[in-house]
């Protein structure tokens, strides 16, 4: 499943997963992002269940944005028992994405 993250229902679909949780951090203007997002969306797919994925957009939430530190996007945190266990910030190719998940899921 796919969730559009805001500052409002952080905490309760990503800190309290029980899942760990993938949020591509990206805004409407970053061409990077664009390129990112699909496959996130990919992802949400064929770990259906077994992970949280979602798109938390940097300007509409600074909240989310600044707790974490981003400062560059785009920017994927993987999160697991509320804690940050990683991130990859930059468009990388999905393996790479795949691989993370692998490793913590």
């Not at 560059?72 to 991130?87: A, C």
Request: a negative charge; hydrophobic letters at 45%; glycine letters at 6%.
């Amino acid at each position: 499943m796919f969730e559009k993250l805001t500052d409002a229902n952080f905490e309760e679909i990503v800190v309290k997963s029980d899942k760990l949780a993938i949020v591509d951090l990206s805004a409407e203007w970053c061409g990077p992002c664009r390129m990112v997002s699909p496959i996130i969306h990919e992802l949400a797919a064929e770990y259906e269940g077994r992970i949280v994925a979602g798109e938390l957009n940097v300007d509409d939430n600074p909240t989310i944005t600044a707790l974490y530190k981003v400062r560059n996007i785009p920017t994927v945190l993987y999160i697991k028992g509320g804690q940050v266990v990683d991130k990859q910030v930059g468009a990388v190719p999905k393996a790479s994405y795949k691989a993370l998940i692998e490793k913590y899921i």
